[in-house]
């Protein structure tokens, strides 16, 4: 596997603004979806809400209360 997505887990990008994309490899097949959102870890969130799966949760404490929130949805999804 190249590049830095990693298996089935979104990678979340920013496009400037306040979209983002949000990209994962799924049985060797690649998955992107066009995100709207506040900031980066609201992206994030709406990413595992809609979506499902995992993302990368590493600086959550440097995004304030948005990053309480997706690091909360993370585990949470984790442990369904």
């Given amino acids: 596997m190249k590049g830095k997505l990693s298996y089935n887990k979104w990678s979340v ?7 983002y994309i ?9 998955e992107s979806r066009n ?3 506040h900031c ?4 994030k969130s709406d990413t595992i809400a809609k979506y ?7 600086g959550w404490h440097n995004q304030g209360i948005c990053g309480v929130f997706m690091l909360a949805i993370a585990r949470g999804n984790q442990d369904e």
Wanted: aromatic share 0%; glycine share 14%.
């Fill in 35 to 37: 995100l709207h959102s």
């Fill in 52 to 58: 499902g799966g995992e993302v990368d949760t590493r």
């Fill in 13 to 19: 990008s920013s496009l400037g603004g306040q979209s």
């Fill in 40 to 43: 980066l870890a609201c992206a």
């Fill in 22 to 30: 949000a990209e994962r490899i799924v049985d060797n097949k690649s």
